[in-house]
């Protein structure tokens, strides 16, 4: 093994790890969320409803906030608090799963689970007594948009139970989805006089874009500075449609080219030579000649 190869290993594993890499644009959404974790306790608590596309970044704020929450004992009151909860919509509105999902997710005893058969009604009163005694201050569902995969009578009556669950525990309902579930989520007057929106949108070529472009490079643990021209910035937008997830997949791949080359840095040519990896049928040519094939 020559020297250097393992350092480099280890450089390139932390790029392709999903860590967090924090932007103005995310760090608001977390800013709005934390607001309403710490606004005082009410019967009817507002909430947010935080859209845009597939690979925006949704999921990475929602975890981002429930890492700050960890379930903590308080051994005083001899209970464990857990102020955020977060949830993954079943993949269609059903009351019952979700149902059964949460108890599996605030670990309830499986004697609790083992009773599947137990009405729709049973269930929730099971839940709210759970939720209850974790001090909720937040629940958030991500892939709210499932939604859509039921009938408009479901979900009515998903969205109902989402706004029982909010009102009940006094916490914030927070839902992440594609734009095209606002629609449907709105579907609930009650629940949407409550739900204030946050879109994000896909990146455009202004200010916002370029900062966050440089944030993400300099993420990157190369070791040189790399200086990239605005038309460069242009051919990323060009090539990744504005998507988060595409545009954090093309950096940490040239991050990678530049470790595994010596270079070191993400040049234009470097830019303007990739083929976006999701329309890459074929090891390309360029990928060959550096293994060495
Ligand atoms: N703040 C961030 N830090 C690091 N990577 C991010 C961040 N936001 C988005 N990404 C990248 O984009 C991908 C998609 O983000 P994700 O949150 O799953 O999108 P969504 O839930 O909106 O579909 C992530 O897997 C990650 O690679
Ligand atoms: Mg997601």
Redesign the pocket.
């Given at each position: 093994m020559r020297a250097g190869e393992t350092e480099n290993d280890g450089r390139v594993a932390l790029i392709q790890s999903?860590?967090?890499?924090?932007?103005p644009r995310?760090e608001r959404v977390l800013d709005r969320l934390q607001s309403l974790i710490d606004a005082p306790r009410q019967t009817r608590m507002p909430g947010l409803l935080v859209h845009?596309?597939?690979?925006?970044?949704?999921?990475?704020?929602a975890r981002?906030l429930s890492r700050r929450y960890a379930p903590e004992y308080d051994p005083v009151a001899g209970i464990t608090r857990t102020p955020l909860l977060l949830l993954q919509a079943p993949p269609a509105p059903d009351e019952r799963r979700f149902y059964l999902h949460i108890l599996a997710a605030v670990g309830a005893p499986s004697s609790t689970l083992s009773l599947r058969a137990q009405s729709v009604a049973s269930l929730e009163v099971r839940v709210v007594g759970l939720l209850r005694d974790l001090g909720l201050r937040m629940i958030m569902i991500?892939e709210v948009h499932n939604l859509l995969a039921g009938t408009h009578r479901e979900q009515r009556r998903f969205l109902n139970v989402l706004r029982y669950l909010s009102n009940e525990l006094e916490a914030s309902l927070v839902c992440?989805g594609v734009s095209e579930a606002v629609d449907a989520i709105r579907g609930d007057v009650q629940l949407a006089r409550r739900l204030d929106e946050h879109h994000?949108a896909n990146w455009r070529d202004d200010a916002e874009f370029s900062d966050m472009i440089q944030t993400l490079i300099a993420a990157m643990p190369l070791a040189k500075k790399s200086n990239l021209q605005v038309k460069s910035l242009r051919q990323i937008l060009a090539l990744t449609g504005g998507v988060?997830?595409r545009i954090?997949?093309l950096v940490k791949d040239l991050a990678i080219d530049a470790i595994l080359s010596g270079e070191e840095r993400i040049t234009d040519e470097a830019v303007a030579n990739w083929t976006p990896l999701w329309s890459r049928h074929a090891p390309s040519q360029r990928r060959l000649e550096k293994s060495g094939a």
């Open positions: 999903d860590i967090w890499i924090g932007f995310a845009g596309a597939s690979g925006i970044g949704k999921t990475m704020i981002n991500d992440f994000l988060t997830s954090f997949a």
